[in-house]
Nanobody, 117 residues
């Protein structure tokens, strides 16, 4: 089970930190990803972190503004979002990709992020 927290309303230029807590086993976790879905749009990839190595990758539009980190012992992954823009408004989801799987298998319920102009 994945549970996101930390969403809310923030003004443009502000910051928010989202957190995703995983319960159960994480030893088969290859990567944790963050995705978002804005109203009327398809869900899109924001970034991810490989669980063991800590290697990260990001969508171009968030590079330099968003940072993903993880705490293996606590089984959490965070998304630090700085310099937020109104176009960052979306429901943000965390997801888990397991070894041997091609996609993300487990998803959280999502948390709303709203950036006002």
């Amino acid at each position: 089970q994945l549970v996101e927290s930390g969403g809310g309303l923030v003004q443009a230029g502000g910051s928010l930190r989202l957190s995703c807590a995983a319960s159960g086993r994480t030893d088969r976790t290859l990567a944790m990803g963050w995705f978002r879905q804005a109203p009327g749009k398809e869900r899109e990839f924001v970034g991810n972190i490989f669980w063991n190595s800590g290697f990260t990758s990001y969508q171009d539009s968030v590079k330099g503004r968003f940072t993903i980190s993880r705490d293996i012992a606590k089984k959490t992954v965070d998304l630090q979002m700085n310099s937020l823009k109104p176009e960052d408004t979306a429901v943000y989801y965390c997801a888990m990709r397991l070894y041997g799987r091609s996609g993300y298998d487990r998803w959280g319920e999502g948390t709303q992020v709203t950036v006002s102009s």
